[in-house]
């Protein structure tokens, strides 16, 4: 079972001035749809403010621990204080840019500023770092958007799995 992790980041959340309700129904969605997903579980969780050394440091100190799987909620958008891109794009070697397409193209189907997210997807050694946004309905939906890849996604970047056929009838 793949080490999952999320980090909530967010200014008004870290100095507790608002309850974070993205990171935990994040972490709900996990828990009801992952593969094999077991209850007692642990699911990695972080907190941070916008601030891009820090998220940097947390998602470097994530990537050579035991997770795979590294979601971010928050940050992503075009305040002077949304650095998660940025952040996340110093710890990365490689971008997965279809999984941000996806998460943004599902997203804009019925909320259209959902093609204005900065959001990136990428690899850090082993570990699948991936943005979601902020809010609690965005977070949900980028994810569940893309829930499906992402047990295959970590199966290839361990070794461990041959393409599937890129056709169902085929």
């Not at 997770?67 to 891109?85: K, N």
């Amino acid at each position: 079972m793949p080490g999952l992790a999320v980090v909530t980041i967010s200014d008004r959340c870290s100095a507790g001035l608002q309850v974070d309700t993205a990171g935990p129904a994040v972490e709900r969605l996990l828990r009801e749809r992952w593969p094999g997903m077991q209850a007692s579980q642990t699911i990695g969780r972080g907190l941070v403010p916008d601030n891009e050394e820090a998220i940097a440091t947390l998602l470097h100190e994530l990537c050579h621990q035991e997770y795979d799987l590294v979601l971010t909620a928050g940050g992503t958008g075009l305040s002077p204080r949304d650095v998660t891109p940025e952040a996340t794009r110093r710890v990365i070697d490689r971008e997965v840019p279809g999984l941000a397409e996806a998460m943004r193209a599902e997203g804009a189907r019925t909320f259209q500023f959902a093609w204005l997210s900065r959001a990136v997807a990428g690899l850090c050694g082993r570990t699948l770092i991936v943005n979601l946004p902020g809010s609690e309905k965005g977070a949900v939906e980028s994810l569940a958007a893309i829930l499906p890849l992402l047990p295959h996604a970590l199966e290839v970047v361990a070794g461990g799995s041959t393409h599937p056929k890129a056709h169902p009838a085929d």
